[in-house]
Structure formats: C-alpha cells, structure tokens
C-alpha cells in the first residue's frame, strides 16, 4: 500500500533530525494558525499564492530563496563544527551517515534553492521594469515556474523527517548514486526534487528570455537597455540551452535506478565517464547562469552610485555574450584528473582561462564607472567594492584550478572549496545582499536600515576571509573536501580559525535579521516616498514605491540609454513634468490558482515516486494534469483596471515627483 | 606543498609561477579599484566630476589587452605544463620504473606487485630514487589516488585503468588519501606510503614473498566487501592476471552495503 514507506523512515531515534522537525512543523504550525485566526488566509491566497504579478512572484522567490539560505547556512555550520570537533582520535557528534546528508543537502539547496531562486527573483522583479512594461511574457507561466521550483525546495526538506537526503554530494556521481551503492531513497529524494523544480527553471528561462525579446517599451531598443537586462538575457538563454541537459542526465539516472537500465553503471556497458562529462555541461554554465545576473547588479549600482553610466557599456555588453558562448566549452575543467591526455586538457585548460578576459573586461569597467565620479557609499556599494575585492582573488584561484598540472594536486581539495566558495559567495551572495538593499524601497516602499547593513557587510566581509583563507590553505597542505573526520592533527589550527570565521558570519547573519526587524519598525523614518530614493538611472526608479500593479500607467516612450535619467534631467532643466497624459483603462491579466495547484499535485508525484506508492504516483500524475487543464482553461483572463483608478495613482506619482522638483528649486535658489 | 618528487615539484612550481604571473597584475587592480572609490568619494570635491564620461578607446583598449596578455603567458605554462606534466607520461629516469598495480575498494586500497608477485592493502611500499608506474582501477565506486607530497592525482574507476608516473626522491613516509568522495567509509580511506633505500626495499619484497595469504580471486572478493578496517597487511604470493580481471570486470564489482548486511542499510528497509 505504501511502497517502502513504514514507519522506520521516520527518524524517531536521532535528535538532531527530530528536534529540528518538530521545531520546524511548530513553527509553520505556528504561522498558519496566526494567518488563519487573523483572517489573513483571503489576502494571501488573492494576492500572493495565486498572484501572476512579476512583482509578487519575484518576492516571494526571494523569500524562498532567504529562508532556503538559512537552511543551507544551517547546514554549513554543521559541517565546519563536525570537522573542526573530528579531529583524530574524536568522531565528533555527526556519523558518516549524517555527515554525508549533510554536505550534499548544503550543496544542493544552496545551488538549486538558494542561488537560483534568489537570482530568478531579482530578474523578476525588475527586469520588466526595467524593460518599462507591465509583466513577463506569460504571467500565468511565471507562477507555475515559481511554484514547481518551491515543490523542489518542499521535498529536499520532507527528505529530513521522512527518509533520508542522498549521501552522494550536490552532484551524484555514479557508480556511487546507482542502486548498487546507494540503495536508499535520499539519491530518489534528489532526484526528483531537482527535476521537479529544473522544469520550473527552464519554464522561467523560456518566459524571461521572450519578455526581453519581444516586450521591451517602444524605443527600448537592445542596445539601450539597462545592463542588469542584458544580463538576465544572457543568464536565460544560458538556462535554456543547459538544463534540458541536466534534466536528460537525471533521467537517465533514474532509468537506471528505477528500471534498471545500465547507462552509468559498473555492468553491462554502463560508462560514469558520460554521466560526469554530462552533468558538468550543465554545470559549468549553471554557475554562469548565477554570477551573470550578478554581474548586472553590480553594474547597476556601480554606475548608480556614481553618479556616471556605466563606463564601456558596449564592451560590456560584448563581454557578457562571450562568457555565455565560451562558458559552454569549458566543462572538462571539472575533472581534468579523469586523464584524458595533454592535448584535451590544454584545449579546455586554455578555454577556461579565456572566460578570465571577459570577467577581467567588467572588472576594470566597473572600476573606469567609478572615474570621475561622485561616489557615495550607500550599503549597496560597500556590497560591491566587497565584491571587487573578493572576486579578483576568486577568479584568480579559478585559473589557477584551470591549470591541468596545478588542479592536478588541488582537485576536489578544500582550495577547491574555497575557490567556488570564493566566487559564488563573493560573487552572487554578495550581489543579491546589495540587490535587496538596492531594490527594497522599491518594492516596499521604505529603505532598509543603512547602520545595520553596513554592520553587517563588514561582519560578512570580514567572516568570509576569516572562514575561507584556511580553506585554502588546508588544501594546498593535501586536505580533501567532504571529510567527515580528519587523521592529521596538524590541521586543526586551520580548522579552528575556519569555525572563528563561521561566528562572525553568523553575526553578520544576525545583523541582516535585525536589520530587517528595525527598518519594519522605523518605516516611517525610512519612507521613500518620491520612488527614486537613490537617484537612479532606468526606468523602475520611474515608478511610485512600491509601483502599482500594472508597473506605468502609460508606457514610456524610450529615448536613449539610462531611460530615466533622460526623462529625470529634463524635468529638472525645465522645472517641470511633461504633460499630463491621457489615461486609458488598462487590461491586467487574472491571477490563477494553476501553478500552486499543479505544483501541490507534483510534489505529491514526486513523493509517490521516491517511496514507490505507485497508485499515488497515478493519482497525482492525474490530478497534475486535470489541474492544470481545469485551472487554465478559462475564457476571461484578463480584467480592466478603469482610467479613473490609472489616473488617480498616477497622479499621486506625479505629485511626488513635483515636490521633488521644488524642493530642488528651492535648494538651488538658496546660496550653497 | 612541501613536494617530495620530481612530479609533486613540478605541480608545485606551476603552482607558484602562476600566481606569481597573476598577482603582478591582481594586486594592482584591487589597489586601484580602491584607489579609485576612494578619490572620487562624493565627500572629496577636489575630484573633478565627469558626469558624462563614459567611454574612452584607449582606456578600452588596453582594459582589453591586459587580460588577454596574462591568459597569453598563462596558455604557455597550460600548453608546456600539461604536456610535461601528463600523468600518462614515463618520468626520466636511467632505472627502470617499479610496476605497481592500484585498485580501490570500499574503503580500503590494495598494491599489487606483479614483477614481484606480491600484494599489500593500505600500504604503499617504493624504491627511493626510482620511478613508480601505478596502472589505477576501481573495484566499485570512483575515487582518487593521491599522495599530495609525490604530485598528481587520477581518478580510479571501474572497469578502466589510468595511468599514473610518480618517484620520491628520498626515503619518507607520505601520507596517501582518496581525492573523491566514495561513501561512508571515505575520510578514513588513507594509506601510508614508505619510500626505502634500494636494499631495504628489495629486503620489504624478499620478507614479504610467501609470507601471508595468497592473493586469488576468491581473497579479492572478500576484499571488495565494504570495510572500514584500515590496518595493512600483505599477501605473499597474486595470482598472475589477476588485475587485468578486475579491471576487465571478470572478477565481479564490489557488491555495495546489500551483501554485506544482507539487507538496505537506510532506515526505510521495511519493503511492503
Ligand atoms: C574566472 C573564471 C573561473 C575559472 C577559470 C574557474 C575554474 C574552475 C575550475 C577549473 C574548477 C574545477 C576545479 C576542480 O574540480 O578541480 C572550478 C570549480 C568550481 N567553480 Fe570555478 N572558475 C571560475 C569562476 C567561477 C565562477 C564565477 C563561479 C560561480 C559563480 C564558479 C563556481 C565553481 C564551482 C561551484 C565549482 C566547484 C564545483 C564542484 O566540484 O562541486 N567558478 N572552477
Ligand atoms: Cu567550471
Ligand atoms: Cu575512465
């Protein structure tokens, strides 16, 4: 009746598991009791779980990826306290079998629910935006791509209370990941969440890619969109050429793990040499699908807060489709020390090093933006100059490991560690913390606290070189990563400073929380209310904050680069607003309960499929379908917003934006 | 990075040589881009401000050049390093190199001799001075072999053989580890490695030569059962061919936790 599910999968005897799950369903207990006895559960069903809003959907993307963070952050802290306490004779507190949930759990939320849902959340809320239009391409899509990604991100986490998470790390090589070796359902568990959530990634892929295509403002032509535009262009199509790749791999896996089929196995023919070459053509331009977008924040706020455009725009532009073309002809840089002879390990050894010249081109135009500027050193660009620094070294470290004879002895070493560490959490965490405090007013309508970030900036920055450097240093001494106890003592000092740098991180975790908590209690000291709080240049600085629904009253006329500032400049030159426009009734697309709905039904499936119920497996495959059918299908899909409603929101913006333009009048007027 | 061999020198010289090459021109751009928040920090109206500025040939191109420079020199050192330094190749030497045969287990590794006819599990005894050809398979999962202080690493994988050269210079005790993750017995997956004098190590082949077990396929099988027991021993006498088995798969693949515990080894065994 259950397939392999019994009681025994419940972890009753472990506390670890257990505490954190009963902790974990209180508090979810918790908040839905509240939402419900509240009377909120109408407000939140309307106007976020159905919501098609590009807005409300990339916030709650974020808020995902925020709580998986947390999550993988969790995990972290385990593993460096489990080797910092296994030094020789002791085994520490967490047993192989633990321990080796552990890292591939933290691998794999951070990548897959932490990273991705983070990025995709930003490129949703502001690109359209950006672009000066009123939603993505296919709002309704848009919500089911969110909610398979969140069906993901729900099973890895059932996989802590029922069952076990995959022993296998964040990519399972086989042999290892096969029946044979790994029997249980923690690999299934992987498999299916990360299927699950790539169709939702490869949905958004498809969706973001078309917006910027076809949608853009009139006038918005590709060589005057904003930077951070291009960059979710590049980022999508990267998506959509690699995770049909990894979504093939994974299949065959599966194949192989639930029917026996032999394409990586130890028998019948099987090769693993196929899975490891497939599995890195997706995974090396994964990691530029993440740091792309990163790229474009920085550049947003680079050029922002100095008040200039971006320096070498162009040869940006130019910089970033390179990396998109070469970053899929690199992958052999993962496993150089499979020994495939010296003549391809040159090739991508080369190829690899090449995608330095396009990092090394953003590097120093972002340093030319900051020339002759006004720089202010909001939190967003402490964020940033961080980054400068960080990534450098990051991307030094890459080329190094792309170095066939030096990856040679650093290959799956904790210098390894440390160098992905190094780009990822320097590169796009970093990013994304400068994003949310950048574009928190926008959305909410009042800025974040700038003590409390800047504390906490410098706890990360500071924590980061203190948790990493003796990473790097363990592995050049010949330390591995995954090490669940560690023979040689001589390490421990190293290992020690490790966890010293995990505390300040957690401190700077602290701050950021505290933030958050004091910049909701002082939001009316913190009010933006003229809707462009950091005197920005493209077009959602245009907007009230938070903007409407439907983003522009009347679609902007688009008529140079940095689309605001034009408009911005000219008003302040001529003292005044253009005129007033004629407001028209404005068609908004219906929110649909579809991708909640479906998603529910393929969580279900995909439950049914790890523990093998496969009446379950029938049902909810049924259930996902007629949902979807029944939901979608629908004859009215879109509702009108009356011209009155657009007029009257957009007059309270225009009444902002002319308090502005007076108080700057008076202040010029004034002797300086 | 304190490298015993001519392999582990090499890795070690690349190493240091590339990030000589690349610091020349990071340390420089992290000074500037300092440098450069800090000058035009909004507070500092002596600087003057440009706020048109945003494009300049000449700045282009050598913003252009200099990455494209550096990856130059650093193709040179990937080019040469990798030919010179290729695991496949013969090391130089006027001694004929010592044949040992690696297979990694769960989670144990085992040396056969065959020139010498003898075995050992988790310690790897080597002639000082002398190259060492290791031919590397796996007997289940993928792993690494590596021992840091001799230099390069290559996977271990069923049912293939890599190809690895090595040498110590002098005679020491190393450390040797798996690089790649293979299961719960991993972490202590590690191996001694003696490097003797010429006669001590010809004495460790004659002492060795009939004495314990004899390594057949029935002995192999037993040992690719999943073990954590980590203490060496050796085998006095191998069966010839019997590496090519197992990298031919004749003799089977290690069976995983199944046979060992007769039963799934995660809490969800209650099939039905
Ligand atoms: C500047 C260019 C870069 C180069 C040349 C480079 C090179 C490499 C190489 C050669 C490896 C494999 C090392 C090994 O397994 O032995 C590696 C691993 C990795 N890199 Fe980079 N890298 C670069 C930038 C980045 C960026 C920007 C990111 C992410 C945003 C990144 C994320 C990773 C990750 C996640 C791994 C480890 C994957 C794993 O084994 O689990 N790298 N990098
Ligand atoms: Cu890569
Ligand atoms: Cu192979």
């Known amino acids: ?672 | 990075m304190d490298p015993k061999g001519p392999v582990g020198q090499g890795n070690r010289q690349i190493i240091v040589d590339a990030t000589l090459i690349m610091l020349f021109i990071v340390v420089p751009t992290i000074l500037l881009a300092l440098w450069m928040g800090w000058r035009y920090r909004a507070s500092n109206t002596k600087a003057e401000y440009l706020p048109y500025w945003s494009f300049s040939g000449r700045i282009e191109a050598v913003v252009w050049a200099i990455p494209i420079l550096v990856i130059m020199f650093l193709s040179g050192e990937i080019w040469i390093g990798s030919h010179k330094l290729d695991p496949f190749r013969p090391l130089e030497s006027d001694q004929k190199p010592v044949e040992v045969q690696v297979v990694s287990l769960d989670w144990r590794w085992l040396f056969i001799y065959p020139e010498e006819g003898v075995a050992s599990v988790n310690e790897l005894v080597i002639p000082a001075g002398r190259p060492v050809h290791f031919s590397i398979t796996s007997s289940s999962v993928m792993n690494t072999f590596f021992v840091p202080q001799l230099g390069s690493m290559i996977y271990a994988m069923n049912g293939m053989v890599s190809q690895l050269h090595l040498q110590a210079d002098q005679p020491g005790e190393f450390r040797g580890i798996s690089g790649q993750f293979s299961g719960d017995g991993f972490s202590d997956m590690t191996f001694k490695v003696r490097s003797l004098p010429a006669d001590q190590y010809a004495g460790w082949v004659s002492a060795t030569r009939g004495a314990g077990p004899v390594l057949d396929q029935t002995a192999y099988a037993g040992l690719t059962h999943q073990s954590r027991d980590t203490r060496p021993f050796t085998f006095g006498a191998v069966q010839p061919d019997l590496f090519n088995a197992i990298a031919t798969r004749q003799a089977p693949p290690g069976p995983g936790p199944v046979a060992q515990y007769g039963r799934e080894t995660t809490p969800a065994s209650g099939e039905n």
Request: with cysteine.
């Open chain 1, 1 to 672: 009746m259950f397939g392999k599910l019994s009681w025994a999968a419940v972890p009753l005897h472990e506390p670890i598991p257990m505490i954190t799950s009963v902790v974990v369903i209180l508090i979810l207990l918790g908040v839905i009791g509240w939402v419900v006895a509240k009377g909120h559960w109408r407000y939140i069903w309307d106007e976020w779980i159905t919501s098609v809003d590009h807005k409300r959907i990339g916030i709650m993307y974020i808020l995902l990826g925020a709580v998986m963070l947390v999550r993988g952050f969790a995990d972290a802290i385990m593993m460096r306290t489990q080797q910092a306490a296994a030094i020789g004779e002791s085994a520490g507190y967490l047993p192989p079998e633990h321990y080796n949930q552990i890292f591939s759990a933290h691998g794999t939320i951070m990548i897959f629910f932490a990273a991705m849902p983070l990025v995709i959340g930003m490129m949703n809320y502001v690109m359209p935006l950006q672009l000066g239009v009123r939603d993505v391409a296919f709002p309704t899509l848009n919500s089911v791509g969110f909610w398979l990604t969140a069906a993901g991100a729900l099973l890895v986490n059932i996989s802590l209370f029922v069952g076990e998470f995959a022993r296998t790390g964040w990519l399972p090589y086989p042999p290892l990941s096969e029946t044979t070796y790994t029997p249980g359902v923690g690999v299934d568990y992987y498999l299916w969440a990360v299927q699950i959530s790539g169709i939702g990634t490869l949905m958004t892929g498809v969706n973001l890619v078309t917006t910027v295509l076809k949608m853009r403002a009139p006038g918005m032509s590709y060589l005057r969109m904003p930077m951070f535009c291009w960059t979710t262009l590049a980022s999508n199509l990267l998506i959509i050429a690699v995770f049909p790749i990894l979504t093939a791999t994974l299949a065959m896996l599966t194949l192989d793990r639930y029917f026996g089929f032999h394409f990586f196995t130890n028998e019948a023919g099987g090769n693993q040499m196929m899975f490891v070459n497939l599995i890195w053509a997706w995974g090396h331009p994964e990691v530029y699908i993440l740091v792309l977008p990163a790229f474009g924040i920085f550049s947003e706020i680079f050029s922002t807060f100095s008040g200039k455009p971006l320096f070498g725009y162009r040869s940006m532009v130019a910089a970033t489709l390179f990396i998109v073309v070469v970053s899929c002809m690199v992958w052999l840089h993962h496993f150089f020390t499979m020994g495939a002879g010296p003549a391809v390990n040159t090739f991508f050894g080369i190829a690899s090093s090449v995608i330095a010249v396009g990092t090394g081109v953003k590097i120093y135009n972002w340093i030319f933006t900051m020339y002759g500027g006004r720089v202010r050193f909001e939190v967003p660009m402490l964020w940033s100059m961080g980054f400068l620094v960080t990534f450098v070294i990051g991307g030094m470290t890459g080329v190094l490991l792309a170095i066939p004879p030096a990856d040679f002895v650093t290959h799956n070493s904790m210098f390894l560690v440390a160098h992905f560490h190094n780009v990822i959490l320097g590169g796009v965490v970093f990013a994304l913390f400068a994003a949310i405090e950048y574009w928190f007013p926008k959305a909410f309508g009042f800025r974040l606290h700038p003590g409390w970030g800047k504390a906490a900036f410098w706890f990360a920055f500071i924590g980061f070189w203190v948790t990493f450097t003796p990473l790097y240093i363990l592995g050049l001494q010949g330390m591995t990563r995954r090490l669940q106890h560690i023979n040689y003592p001589e390490w421990a000092p190293m290992l020690y400073l490790s966890v010293f740098g995990v505390a300040i991180l957690v401190v700077g975790a602290a701050c950021q929380v505290i933030q958050l908590v004091v910049s909701i209690r002082d939001r009316d000291k913190l009010r933006d209310v003229t809707g462009d709080p950091w005197d920005g240049r493209s077009m959602e600085w245009a907007t009230p904050s938070p903007p409407p629904m439907f983003n522009f009253a009347v679609i902007p006329n688009v008529e140079g680069e940095e689309a605001y500032w034009g408009i911005k400049t000219r008003a302040i030159e001529t003292q005044r607003l253009g005129p007033e426009p004629v407001y028209k009734p404005i068609h908004m697309p219906l929110n649909s309960p579809v991708g909640v709905i479906t998603a529910f039904f393929a969580s279900v499936t995909g439950f049914a499929l790890i523990w093998h119920i496969w009446w379950l497996v029938i049902l909810g495959l049924v259930c996902a379908f007629a949902g979807f059918v029944w939901f979608a299908w629908r004859d009215i899909h879109e509702f009108e917003i009356p011209a009155e409603e657009v007029a009257r929101i957009d007059r309270a913006r225009r009444a902002a934006r002319r308090a502005i333009l007076e108080r700057l009048a008076r202040e010029q007027g004034k002797p300086a």
